[in-house]
């Protein structure tokens, strides 16, 4: 508690100091400070000599100063100011001493302004207060440093603090002893709050009251005779007892008594927490299904041990009880662990049962401290299961977990070792890759269980292919490897493959089919490491895939220049991308019956500076395969909305989503974004799908399919008439207009069947009220038969070929509007 304030304000002190410093000086002068001008700071001061950046001596001190440093000097009267006096700093006591150099050090280090407390202890209490530091020059000598004390002085009563800092119960008792000197009882003549909330009582109500009447249970016999024996012998005793705190719930304490005289003090601890770990941890031992035990360290005796172990070994209680651990091994136990080390496993050992059989067994151990004493804990591992459990462990991380086949790191080092004996025996080898066609329509529309049990269905029409030696993994997904070391054609065994897994699958009482594509790379020939080889198959592969599945390709050089060529495309489309190198053309759409403008459709296209105009057949897959398509796409929708808001109404603008669009599930806020972003009424927007979109996540593309109509825009499905499913497909969702194909489009002169599927679409729109464009009409009479069999709109060559921007801003001034925006009515 503060008791006394100095009155004197450590800033007025170095704003002095600061102000005697001359131009040119980092320190002012004795002179300019001190002498006459500390005014009534001279009472509260000190200067000190310096030796060697240490105090040495105490030149002179005010007398409020040498009250505080001179509690060994005695201290002043009142008001009288002691003469000038000189002592050294080693004559002061070590509580005023070590703050003293530490201020001083300080203030030298720092060349300026420097402050520690400085705390003094006497009868129990502690006296506190501040010393500020200030260095000063003299001519020639070392430096000296003012010493002042500054802020509110404040004294402690020790005692207190301490009863008052802990949660611990603490207790101060006085002797009662009756008319025969007997020790009786004991008076509470001091409690903290720990003992009050431990006892469900207050500090007021402990104060003056026996011990006896404020806890019968610690006064019961054993406590109350336990507590005298402190008293009569001095010594200390620690013990533990239970009783009901305040609010009826069991407490588990930990007492230590000790004594002065006839004054007995008792600290306690709640050690309920203790205990029920202790009976937690018991519970673990007890109840473990691997077999424990502990042991003595010293005589290797058991002390306890567990259900689990009397089950294993076969020993009764009793019978362990009067083991040492050399009973339960024939052979040497080995070296004890040393004392808090924690280690293991050991090395398996061989363990003897009680029925004589042996087994061999692995210690993991841990020495521990029990009730003073050291003993070693141990857990036992059966290590035959432990060996099976790592086996399997070590399968699965080679294994394919679904088909059990050889996973791709098996399969790369198999290889490897292929490649090893090639070299010693000349003999060649085939690496064949394997991709399943059709695979993903199989999990789509019958789910993945039946997927699994197809890939499982493959797995044995391929093993049963090949022959002994032959290795077949899995590499992930719907992708398979062979590796054959012999001399086998590789059109030959490809054609074995492909058969066995063109037939069909019965899968959950369903028909299924499927298709495999094959890639071949031979050893030497087409690499002689791994990665390479692996790499030259898999290009194989896409060539089958390219040249219409279900059938293989053995790797040539070609491909390798192919997919160089490939990938030196992929990388200047990214940078055409980057530079604004892509442009968009608009093709004009018309009215079948009027020939008016109705609006454009967007089309992406790629003027390469040496290849010229690049077709968008060939660089649109390299952009959806690479994650392009996401940024293209954007920026695709944001120009060309941006441009058509700058139309006369109603024209429209039709923008190709493409289904990788679709996995990207922000699609949805993108293009609401640039709607409002470009100011383009929603209704002017016409976005067109293709039935991939529909038959790739269905659920979740149809759901966002639904959040773009709500947006306002308008869907279209593009190329329709060439899906297997698209009748199911306008049921599913209510398409704003399906456009024809132009593969039917161009046959309606030429097959008589392409015109009645061109009459039979348009009639089905009209009767679902969904609008009908067909696109790609290069001749008049296409162009008469459409509008004869009452297709709304038309697109093609006949009409305008895709053009710049500039081109279409032009028509579209030349051309004649159509303002009423036509759309059908269920």
Known sequence: MPIESTGLSSTSLIERWQAARRPGEDLPSYEAVVLGNLGRHADHAALVATQAGQPHDILWSGARFLAWLNRDFGAPRGGETPAIQRFAVTDLSEDVRQPLHEVVERALALRGPARTRCDRVHDGIVTSIEFLGLPLTRLDEAPLVLLSLVGTQSRYDLVKAMFGATDQGMLALSTIRSGNGRVSDFKVVAANEGAARLLGTTISALQWQRLTRVS???????????????????????????????????????????????????????????????????????????????????????????????????????????????????????????????????????????????????????????????????????????????????????????????????????????????????????????????????????????????????????AACLEDGDLIARMGGDEFAILAEREVSAGALSARLIEAVSRPFAIQGQEVRVGVSIGVARLPQDGTDPDRLLRNADLALYGAKGAGRNRHHCFTLAMEAEIQTRRALEQDLRAAFAADGLEIYYQPVLLAASGRLAGFEALLRWRHPERGFISPTEFVPMAEETGLIDPIGEWILRTACAEAASWPAPLRVAVNLSPVQFRNRGLVDTVRRVLAETGLAPDRLELEITETVLLAENAANLAALHQLRALGTRIAMDDFGTGYSSLGYLRSFPFDRIKIDRSFVSEMETHPEAAAIVRAIVDLGASLGILTTAEGIETDGQFQRLRAAGCDEVQGFLFGRPMPVGRARWLIGEAAVETVPVRRAV
């Open 216 to 462: 019968a249970r610690l006064t019961q016999s054993d406590v109350l005779a336990r507590l005298i024996g402190v008293i009569a012998s001095e010594r200390r005793d620690v013990f533990e007892v239970s009783l009901t705190g305040g609010d009826g719930c069991e407490l588990h304490l930990k007492i230590e008594a000790g004594c002065i005289g006839e004054l007995l003090a008792l600290t306690f601890v709640d050690v309920g927490d203790l205990k029920a770990r202790e009976a937690s941890a018991r519970l673990l031992f007890e109840n473990n299904p691997l077999p424990m035990w502990l042991i003595d360290r010293d005589t290797h005796r058991f002390l306890a041990v567990n259900d689990a172990a009397l089950a294993h070994y076969g020993y009764s209680l009793e019978r362990f009880h009067g083991m040492t651990l050399a009973d339960l091994e024939p052979m040497v136990t080995g070296p004890v662990p040393a004392p808090d080390e924690l280690y293991g496993p050991t090395a398996p050992r061989t363990h003897r049962r009680a029925d004589g059989s042996r087994i061999e067994v692995t210690l993991f151990e841990r020495v521990l401290d029990v009730h003073g004493r050291a003993a070693v804990l141990t857990a036992v591992i059966d290590v035959t299961e432990r060996r099976r459990a790592e086996a399997r462990i070590a399968h699965m991380a080679h294994h394919d977990a679904l088909t059990d086949l050889p996973n791709r790191v098996l399969f790369r080092a198999r290889l490897g070792d292929a490649i090893v004996r090639q070299r010693q025996t000349g003999t060649g080898a085939l690496v064949l890759f394997l991709d399943l066609d059709h695979f993903k329509t199989v999990n789509d529309t019958l789910g993945h269980s039946a997927g699994d049990d197809l890939l499982r269905g493959v797995t044995e029409r391929l």
